[in-house]
Nanobody, 123 residues
Framework: QVQLVESGGGLVQAGGSLKLSCAAS????????TGWFRQAPGKEREFVAG???????FYADSVKGRFTISRDNAKNMVYLQMNSLKSEDTAVYYC?????????????????WGQGTQVTVSS
């Protein structure tokens, strides 16, 4: 049984920072690609950031330079450090994991999902 549990969401003012965490209970976590997605009200779920098995990171253009994804395989944890937050970053943020070698940006490629954590940025 694979479980992903996000934490760290909340309310923050524009320009502020938040760090999201994702705890994974999955066998061979280090063999899984992990990523963060977000979904704002009335919008489709979109890719935010991903990290591959070698530690290379990938970001949506909208968050490049502001967000940082990282992982700790020893702790089965994935993190998303979010700086210089904007009101348009307001969304439910989801942690996701998949097998394979490629960081995909489409949600359907991911096998496992967390329940999501709300991030609200006030302007």
């Amino acid at each position: 049984q694979v479980q992903l549990v996000e934490s760290g969401g909340g309310l923050v003012q524009a320009g502020g920072s938040l760090k999201l965490s994702c705890a994974a209970s999955v066998r061979a976590f280090s063999a899984h690609i992990t990523g963060w997605f977000r979904q704002a009200p009335g919008k489709e779920r979109e890719f935010v950031a991903g990290i591959n098995l070698g530690g290379s990171t990938f970001y949506a253009d909208s968050v490049k330079g502001r967000f940082t994804i990282s992982r700790d395989n020893a702790k089965n944890m994935v993190y998303l450090q979010m700086n210089s937050l904007k009101s348009e970053d307001t969304a439910v943020y989801y942690c996701a994991a998949k097998s394979g070698l490629v960081v995909n940006t489409t949600p359907v490629r991911y096998d496992h999902w967390g329940q999501g954590t709300q991030v609200t940025v006030s302007s």
